[in-house]
Structure formats: structure tokens, C-alpha cells
């Protein structure tokens, strides 16, 4: 009987305890979570590779903004004012030299509509320096239907593919933007807020940020490895919570540097260019190239893909981190890596048929999503809904890979502490 009394007093004594054991816990959590971002903050090196993107990103802004003084809308107009006159030169020099009025009918026909569509450039030039660009945009519009539509219609077999796509795909982005009344901007070299912030993600993402997430992610992941030696396991706490903390840390930590970048970047190209609009049309790949998406879309659909990638490329580098325990060593192994891959995987002919199924894949978010990639590759299965999927897939591999080690290495701990 006394022994019952006893073993229901223990009993009640240890549920007791229960909410206790329960806060200290949660304490100690909150002393890791600390922990972790002190280590990381107080780390003045980890701050090197954010500056150094924050610094691409300026510097892509200047560039572009450069390159379209040259290069952009208006630029082309005045390129193309000049081309026709140089044209009209030579006409006129054929009708000078022509000795029948037969031989310059020719050269005088061709002579006229080359003034046409000078003076039609030449306006469009003026209504556009007015930044009227939907009456300006209807004159290139004129102009493209007057003089390349033709030329695809009656000659088409002296137009080569490339050609034929680009006039229609000019066509269809000049119609929505009159439609919009927007200033277009040069494709891939994008000045305006919105736009930019899209080339930012497009052009970005595969190299620079992969680049600075992984180093930045391979420091956090080392800070706590002293000659091999991990001080995790001095925390008195089970270490799959510790995983979950840092790892979930370091993602918030990768997508928040992220997002100011493209904060700062769209910020930056708002100030000196505009913002434009979120309904800003991009042109999809396609046959025809008569497809169009808008800017808000492409960011919509383009930040849960790469905050995925991200969330996989974290679990990646903590992982080979972990194996290696060598900063410099795991540096090197991690962008060799994701940097290599990310930047050859839809160049490599023989694995076209099967990169839909590799996650590094889907790392060139933007081509994936305007269908450059499938192009590109002729893997029509490279899309967004197939990105999440292979990608969800692949963070749970690695992430069934992490417990495995944990498991290995717990099982080591309690080996070294029994002996």
C-alpha cells in the first residue's frame, strides 16, 4: 500500500515538473536562438558578401542605365532615323545614275517610303521625347506593320526564324503597352522600378546572390567549429531542435538579405527612372512569341520558387558543412557546387531530356518561368508547378540525409559518454 502511495506521489511530483521542464526548455531555446544570431551579427566578414551584393546590384542599375542612353527606345529611333537616311542616299544615287525612267521607278518607290518611315520615326521621336508614349508607341506600331510585317508576308523565305519571331514579338509588347500607356523599356536591359526588379531576380539570382548565400551560409554554419569540434553539442537540448533552429534562421536570414537587395535595387531604379507598373508585359517564349505575362506575375510565381531554392540550397550547404567541418574546405566544395551547377545544368545537351527533375534547375527562376529554359533545352516539363514539386521534393531528401546524421552522430555522443 505505501509502495502505491509512493509511486502515485512520484508520478503526481513528475507532472508536475513537466511545465517546468517545458519552460526551461523553451528558455534554452531562446538563449540557442540568441546565440546563433549574436555569433552571426558580431561576425564582421559575414557582412562582406551582403555589401558586395548590395554593390552588383548598383552596379547592374548603372550599367543598364547607361547602356540605354545608347541603346534604349528613343536611341533606336534616332538609329533608325539615321539608317534611313543613309538609305535614301543611296536611292537617290540610283535614280541619279538610272538611264531610263524604267530603272528609276524602282529606287524612287523605295526612296518615298523610306522618307515615309523617316518621318514617321521622326515623329515618333518627338511624341516620345514628350514622354507621350502610346501615340509614340502607335507610329512604331505603323511602322513595324508598314515595313517588317510586309517583308515577313511577301518574302518570307528571305527572313530568317529569329527575325520573324523578334517583329512579332516587338508587335504584341508595343500593343500592350499602348494599351497601358507605358514607356518600354529595352528587354534585358530594363531602367524602370518594376521592370529592373525583375532583371535583378532574373539575372541575379543564378550567380551573384547564389554565390554570396552560399559563402554567407557556409560562415554561419562554420562559427560554431573549433578544430572540428562542434559546440552544439554543449547545448543541454535535443540537437534536431538545434538543426531546425539555425537552418530556419539562416533561411530567414538569406531571404531577408535577398529581398532588401531587390527593395534597395527597385528603390534605387524608381528614383532615377520610374517605377513603371506591375502590369509591365514580358514577352513568353514561344512559336509565335504572342504570349505575354506581366512583371507582377513573374515576381509572384518567382519568389516562392527561389525562396524554396533557397531553403534547399541552405540544407545543402549545412549539410556538406557539417560533413566537411572545414570553413575554407566547405567554402570552396558549396560554390563549386551550386555555383557550377546553377550556371551549366540547361547547357548540358545530354541531361536536357531530365533537368526538369535536377533542383538547380530552377535556379534560372525567370527562364523557367518565361519558358526560355524549355526552349532552350526542349524540355516543355521545366514550369513553375513542376519547379515546387521538385523542389519540395528534393529539400525533404536532404532533409531525411540530415536526420540520418544527426542520428549517426547523436548515436556517437552517447557511445563516447557511456565509455
Not at 515618333?124 to 502607335?138: G, H, M, N, P
Request: hydrophobic letters at 45%; one cysteine or more; aromatic letters at 10%.
Amino acid at each position: 500500500m505505501q509502495e502505491m502511495k509512493f509511486s502515485i506521489y512520484a508520478i503526481t511530483s513528475y507532472q508536475s515538473l513537466i511545465p517546468v521542464f517545458f519552460l526551461m526548455e523553451q528558455t534554452l531555446m531562446r538563449s540557442y536562438s540568441k546565440f546563433v544570431i549574436k555569433t552571426t551579427l558580431r561576425n564582421k566578414f559575414n557582412f562582406i558578401p551582403v555589401i558586395l551584393l548590395i554593390g552588383v546590384t548598383l552596379f547592374l542599375l548603372i550599367m543598364n542605365t547607361s547602356a540605354i542612353k545608347k541603346q534604349g527606345y528613343k536611341a533606336s529611333i534616332q538609329q533608325n532615323i539615321a539608317e534611313t537616311n543613309s538609305l535614301i542616299n543611296v536611292y537617290t544615287k540610283n535614280i541619279n545614275e538610272a538611264k531610263t525612267s524604267k530603272d528609276r521607278e524602282i529606287p524612287y518607290r523605295a526612296r518615298e517610303q523610306a522618307k515615309q518611315v523617316r518621318s514617321d520615326n521622326q515623329l515618333s521621336l518627338e511624341l516620345a521625347t514628350q514622354q507621350k508614349w502610346r501615340s509614340s508607341l502607335k507610329v512604331q506600331l505603323q511602322i513595324i506593320n508598314a515595313t517588317d510585317m510586309q517583308t515577313i508576308k511577301h518574302h518570307p523565305s528571305s527572313v530568317s526564324p529569329d527575325y520573324i519571331s523578334s517583329v512579332y514579338a516587338t508587335r504584341t509588347l508595343y500593343k500592350r503597352l499602348i494599351k497601358l500607356n507605358l514607356r518600354p523599356d529595352v528587354v534585358g536591359m530594363e531602367t524602370q522600378g518594376f521592370p529592373f526588379t525583375l532583371r535583378m531576380v532574373d539575372v541575379l539570382f543564378p550567380v551573384a546572390v547564389v554565390l554570396v548565400m552560399v559563402t554567407l551560409l557556409t560562415s554561419v554554419f562554420t562559427q560554431t567549429f573549433i578544430d572540428h569540434i562542434d559546440l552544439d553539442d554543449m547545448w543541454p537540448l535535443s540537437r534536431s531542435k538545434l538543426i531546425f533552429t539555425k537552418i530556419g534562421f539562416s533561411v530567414v536570414f538569406a531571404f531577408a538579405i535577398y529581398l532588401v537587395c531587390l527593395v534597395l535595387g527597385f528603390v534605387g531604379a524608381s528614383m532615377i527612372n520610374g517605377s513603371s507598373s506591375l502590369d509591365y508585359p514580358i514577352v513568353m517564349v514561344s512559336n509565335s512569341s504572342t504570349d505575354i505575362i506581366s512583371v507582377r506575375t513573374l515576381l509572384l510565381q518567382s519568389l516562392p520558387l527561389q525562396l524554396l531554392c533557397i531553403i534547399f540550397m541552405t540544407m545543402c550547404v549545412y549539410l556538406i558543412t557539417y560533413l566537411i567541418r572545414n570553413r575554407l574546405a566547405a567554402m570552396f566544395m558549396n560554390v563549386l557546387i551550386f555555383c557550377g551547377a546553377s550556371l551549366s545544368v540547361l547547357k548540358i545537351e545530354p541531361i536536357s531530356h531530365m533537368v526538369h527533375l535536377l533542383p538547380f534547375s530552377y535556379f534560372n527562376t525567370i527562364n523557367v518561368l518565361t519558358k526560355q529554359a524549355a526552349h532552350d533545352t526542349g524540355n516543355q516539363q521545366l514550369t513553375f508547378a513542376t519547379g515546387i514539386w521538385v523542389l519540395i521534393f528534393w529539400i525533404a531528401v536532404i532533409g531525411v540525409l540530415i536526420a540520418v546524421v544527426n542520428w549517426v552522430h547523436s548515436r556517437r555522443l552517447q557511445h563516447r559518454t557511456v565509455s
